[in-house]
């Protein structure tokens, strides 16, 4: 089992920026890659970025360029930097990790975009 708590979401402003944190704990040897999905009202969740354990990264074409996701090994962190926020980025935000012991989710923290 590997439980995920996320933090850092919020409310900001169009243009502004936030951090996303997701701290893993429980069997970390078994995890494989680390990501951020995200579910806006009325539609599917979607992926926003993933990184491996050797730090290969994949990130949506809609959120490339403004959007950076990095962790922190040491620290079972998985962090995602949202530069340039739009309206349309606002979503609950989940973490998720795929583990040779099946998938684990976070609780979501919610992002919202507004003026």
């Known amino acids: 089992q590997v439980q995920l708590v996320e933090s850092g979401g919020g409310l900001v402003q169009p243009g502004g920026s936030l951090t996303l944190s997701c701290a893993a704990t429980g069997s970390i040897f078994s995890i494989y890659v680390m990501g951020w999905y995200r579910q806006a009202p009325g539609k599917q969740r979607e992926l926003v970025a993933a990184i491996t354990t050797g730090g290969t990264t994949t990130t949506a074409d809609s959120v490339k360029g403004r959007f950076t996701i990095s962790r922190d090994n040491a620290k079972n962190t998985v962090y995602l930097q949202m530069n340039s926020l739009k309206p349309e980025d606002t979503a609950v935000y989940y973490c998720?990790?795929?583990?040779?012991?099946?998938?684990?989710w976070g609780q979501g923290t919610q992002v919202t975009v507004s003026s």
């Open positions: 998720n990790t795929a583990t040779s012991k099946g998938a684990f």
